[in-house]
């Protein structure tokens, strides 16, 4: 009988594509390694079990095939191979359709024996006996299918193979590497692994790769940026020097690995930094591919659009746009454009999702959670780091007690996977010290600005206070005023929205698409000069290209406050821009900031900017190098050491606090639900267009339309307080906010309407 992998497929032909597919990212040493894994990572399928769950929807313990395979793919790894790659192909194979397990959970206590302390060996073993009875009636059948590619006579003796010991010999090698505890283990395990999903994917979904990563060669580049920037007010030529310097900078120091670029916020540092990763391509002389990494998605959204613009210029861009250019993250829209090739939309998201684009512009959740992790969808793209020109804007905004980690994961990167770093920031957080600085001389650059002053005024403050003194100074100016929690600053907006002038909300409590056409709307007013006040949370930090007269921010900490004195006079087009810092307190006397921060970073802070009274845009630089050299040096690095160490061992699943599986960027927040709130006849049709969806059977087609609505959907969706979940209806799993019950419940203006007394920390 024939054996298929899928429905339409033959096995062995899927074994021989996955191999074919990722092949060329071997030397030859470890593409013998990867032709072992990639031929048998699905042997378990050549069960007459798993063929009638395939064509029949027959579905028993007997149909996995996951285990038996890992365990043939230990045997011939051990018979053709050396040193560790049994073990890394074992698990490898095993978690293919999953994510990374510790290995310690899925092999013998003891590489001597297997006793009844086994119990998921064992239970195992049980299944896999009964499967290895089944594929021995077929075993002339298979042997022909490996015989075609060189591994007949290794399946034959495999089947007379006592399964135990090759158990046991795995384990003996978890042994020894258990002790050795080097990340070299780490980044080699999630190589392979990464190649074997990531080609299984392309495989069982037909979907073609592109021969090559698409370049357009950097002077053609250079010409239309130049041509961009004809013409465009340049502040005193700065920018300008900037770009030259950071070129030249590259240029003359191409043979290192980490590179930084320091510049004050508003200085051109996208062209800049993105264009010293595309002169170091051209210097190496290879097609290496380019990921930039940015903390938020408003930001990515902003700077692809201004890459977008230039690439839009030359024709081999708009012939095949994937190949030259993607946006990954979670909003983003599923597209990748080929005209040579009919692409579907789940083919489009698995290009995107394994980063097959010459520039990729993504976040640091995906970056880094697929450095450090162990999940199968983050982990498709790991692959695609390797030989990869990395560039970080705005690393600070990680939290710093993942400093060391980040330090370690990056270091790692350049060491093993022969990564190129280039990090710009305007507030050069403490990591990566002994990087080559590309701007010389960059101290000079923040001497030449005076756009904005900082004021403390740290005396302690209530919100009604707050409100009144700003009533009573409000000059005839423009003022953006930044708080840290989403209750205050609903409480300031409520204080100021009489005043005769306009007022604007903006926070994480409007849902995304009220959000955007609030940021475009506030944009325009301001471009023409109008005095407006914009209430806002830490949304506007970062990315958002706001220039006001004034800004008020709550104590903070302060590279929060550094960033969002980039809102103010940021053109340096008005006279020195006055950015005030409050120390704000809640009903309860506390600061608000404690709710984000904690104490630490913030205490730092007050105590750098508490005794002056006023700070120049100029000593910023000295000002933010001595924070970090103080926050680094009082903030708990347990979290990064535990990380490091499970990283070293392996150590990805468990009990462990810090198994690398539980690493996320983003914090949860266990009292929280998102809800999607019908706040127009827009949201009410696509909501009732994905439960369409939902009744499709085919699992293919379902998420094929489901990707072509999904960025639609997530327009709605904001996460409030669980326990207001009465408020909600449940439909097919969601929460929903109905259009009868928005009156009550949304204001068009400051979004969703909360309890008063609720201490809300996300913004």
């Not at 070299?184 to 790769?209: E, G, P």
């Not at 280039?422 to 756009?451: D, H, Q, V």
């Not at 000069?529 to 914009?534: A, E, M, S, T, V």
């Not at 009082?634 to 990064?640: E, H, L, V």
Request: charge should be negative.
């Amino acid at each position: 009988m024939p054996f298929y992998s899928h429905p339409n497929k033959l096995l062995i032909d899927h074994l021989k594509e996955v191999y074919e597919i990722n092949k060329g990212l071997f030397d030859y040493a470890n593409r013998e390694v990867y032709r072992v894994l990639s031929l048998c990572h699905d042997f378990g399928k050549y069960t007459t079990y798993f063929q009638r769950h395939l064509f029949n929807g027959e579905t028993s313990e007997l149909s996995h095939h996951g285990f038996i395979s890992a365990v043939f793919g230990g045997y011939v790894s051990l018979k053709l191979l050396k040193g560790v790659y049994p073990l890394y192909i074992y698990l490898a194979i095993l978690h293919h359709h999953g994510n990374l397990e510790s290995p310690s959970e899925h092999l013998p206590k003891n590489f001597k024996e297997i006793n009844e302390g086994d119990l998921w060996v064992l239970d195992k073993l049980n299944i896999l006996k009964k499967q290895m009875e089944d594929i021995k009636k077929n075993k002339e059948e298979i042997y022909k299918d490996y015989e075609k590619v060189g591994l007949g006579q290794l399946f034959m003796d495999f089947l007379e193979e006592n399964v135990e010991d090759i158990l046991k010999e795995i384990r003996k090698i978890h042994f020894k590497l258990e002790r050795e505890q080097s990340e070299i283990h780490y980044v080699n395990l999630l190589y392979f692994y990464s190649a074997l999903i990531s080609a299984d994917k392309l495989s069982a979904s037909n979907t073609v790769v592109p021969d090559e990563l698409g370049v357009v060669e950097y002077k053609k580049l250079d010409d239309e940026r130049q041509k961009r920037i004809q013409g465009k007010q340049d502040i005193n030529g700065i920018r300008s020097s900037i770009f030259k310097s950071v070129i030249e900078g590259i240029e003359k120091n191409k043979e290192k690995s980490i590179f930084t670029i320091t510049a004050p916020t508003g200085t051109g540092k996208t062209y800049a930094g993105f264009f010293a990763a595309l002169k170091l391509r051209e210097l190496l002389g290879d097609r290496r591919r380019i990921i930039y990494s940015l903390p938020f998605t408003s930001i990515i959204d902003q700077n692809y659009d201004v890459l977008e613009d230039l690439f839009s210029k030359f024709d081999e861009y708009n012939r095949a746009k994937g190949r030259y250019l993607i946006k990954h993250h979670s909003m983003a829209d599923v597209e990748y454009i080929d005209e040579s090739r009919d692409y579907s939309k789940t083919q489009e998201e698995l290009l995107i999702e394994t980063w097959d684009s010459g520039v990729v512009v993504t976040t640091f959740v995906q970056l880094l959670e697929t450095l450090v992790g162990n999940r199968n969808r983050m982990l498709k793209k790991f692959v695609s780091l390797k030989g990869s020109i990395l560039l970080l804007d705005e690393v600070q905004a990680i939290d710093i007690k993942y400093y060391p980690l980040i330090d370690f994961i990056f270091n790692m990167a350049v060491k093993h996977l022969d990564v190129k770093i280039i990090m710009m920031t305007a507030t050069k957080p403490a990591i990566l010290e002994g990087a080559c600085e590309l701007l010389e001389g960059c101290e000079k650059y923040f001497s030449l600005f005076n756009r904005t002053k900082l004021i403390p005024r740290l005396e302690g403050i209530s919100v009604g206070e707050f409100i009144e003194e700003f009533k009573e100074n409000i000059r005839d100016k423009s003022y953006l005023i930044v708080c840290n929690t989403i209750n205050q600053s609903l409480e300031i907006f409520d204080g100021l929205k009489d005043l005769d002038r306009d007022v604007y909300y903006l926070s994480t409590n409007l849902v995304p698409k009220h959000r955007r056409d609030r940021i475009i709307e506030v944009s325009e007013r301001l471009k023409k000069g109008d005095n407006i006040i914009l209430v806002s949370t830490q949304v506007v930090e970062a990315g958002v290209d706001f220039d006001f007269d004034v800004v008020i921010r709550d104590l903070a900490p302060l590279d929060c406050i550094i960033q969002c004195a980039g809102r103010c006079n940021r053109n340096g087009k008005k006279e020195v821009g006055e950015v005030y810092v409050y120390k704000m307190l809640d009903e309860k006397g506390e600061l608000f900031s404690k709710h984000v921060y904690g104490n630490t970073s913030v205490n730092i802070t007050k105590e750098l900017i508490e005794n002056r009274e006023v700070i120049y845009e100029k000593d910023y630089y000295n000002l933010i190098n001595k924070y970090f050299r103080e926050v680094v040096k009082n903030k708990q690095k347990d979290a990064s050491k535990g990380y490091i160490e499970s990283i070293k061992r392996l150590n990805f699943t468990g009990e462990d606090k810090y198994a690398v599986g539980k690493f996320s960027l983003i914090e949860n927040n266990p009292g929280y639900i998102d809800v999607f709130v019908e706040v127009d006849d827009e949201a009410v049709d696509i909501l009732n267009r994905y439960f369409e969806i939902l009744s499709i059977k085919n699992y293919e087609k379902r998420r094929e339309e489901y990707l072509k609505i999904k960025n639609d959907l997530n327009k709605y969706f904001i996460s409030v307080p669980s326990k207001m979940f009465k408020r909600f209806e449940d439909r097919y799993g969601i929460l929903v906010l109905p259009k009868i019950a928005i009156q009550d419940n949304y204001d068009m203006n400051t979004g969703f309407i909360r309890e008063k007394n609720e201490t809300f920390i996300l913004f």
